[in-house]
T-cell receptor, first 112, second 110 residues
Framework: DSGVTQTPKHLITATGQRVTLRCSPR?????VYWYQQSLDQGLQFLIQ???????AKGNILERFSAQQFPDLHSELNLSSLELGDSALYFC???????????FGSGTRLTVV | TQLLEQSPQFLSIQEGENLTVYCNSS?????LQWYRQEPGEGPVLLVT?????EVKKLKRLTFQFGDARKDSSLHITAAQPGDTGLYLC??????????FGTGTRLQVTL
């Protein structure tokens, strides 16, 4: 157990639907990062939050959004899902210093 | 856009063999990290290198950061089946976000 908890582990949904992925960071970590891993694109940075505020955005689609709550857990919302959104979605947390990233086990999203 | 190229892309070797994985970029890194990812799991941090020319050892794994801080290598001595996985290099950028390399998939067989 890495200390970063992601739920659900697997998700199968239909095109056009909306899903929410949840991440609880390691205790004491203020930064949460979301990454998408697909076979053809590798691991791609989506978005970062630090202590409730958005800090950086990467290759995140407008159909996707995220937030970090006062208890520091984060949610990634994916809407109007397309087949190409099928991927592994990882959350990682750090203390904010840039070192010591800890990843969760990921959520495998399958859009059918 | 992938900023970090890893080679080889795939590597299948027998237990006991040595191997080296490379991570290259056209730009300078402030720091570089190496991760190993096993199926169904997230990447696990192996090491962080920050100084040009730095060499770090982790049991049978040796990590080297190039003098110009544009490249890095991971050498595994006497590979074991437990070393099987996807090896990823990653550089830190603005807001400490990671940019990952293309990955090297290693298979070690008995």
């Amino acid at each position: 157990d890495s200390g970063v908890t992601q739920t659900p582990k697997h998700l199968i949904t239909a095109t056009g639907q909306r899903v929410t992925l949840r991440c609880s960071p390691r205790s004491g970590d203020l930064s949460v990062y979301w990454y998408q891993q697909s076979l053809d694109q590798g691991l791609q940075f989506l978005i970062q939050y630090y202590n409730g505020e958005e800090r950086a955005k990467g290759n995140i689609l407008e159909r996707f959004s995220a937030q970090q709550f006062p208890d520091l857990h984060s949610e990634l919302n994916l809407s109007s899902l397309e087949l190409g959104d099928s991927a592994l979605y990882f959350c990682a947390s750090t203390t904010g210093t840039g070192y010591g990233y800890t990843f969760g086990s990921g959520t495998r999203l399958t859009v059918v | 856009t992938q900023l970090l190229e890893q080679s080889p892309q795939f590597l299948s070797i027998q237990e006991g063999e040595n191997l080296t994985v490379y991570c290259n970029s056209s730009s300078v890194f402030s720091s570089l990290q190496w991760y190993r990812q096993e199926p169904g799991e997230g990447p696990v941090l192996l090491v962080t290198v920050v100084t040009g020319g730095e060499v770090k050892k982790l049991k049978r794994l040796t990590f080297q950061f190039g003098d110009a801080r544009k490249d890095s290598s991971l050498h595994i001595t006497a590979a074991q089946p437990g070393d099987t996985g996807l090896y990823l290099c990653a550089r830190t950028g603005t807001a400490s976000k990671l940019t990952f390399g293309t990955g090297t998939r290693l298979q070690v067989t008995l």
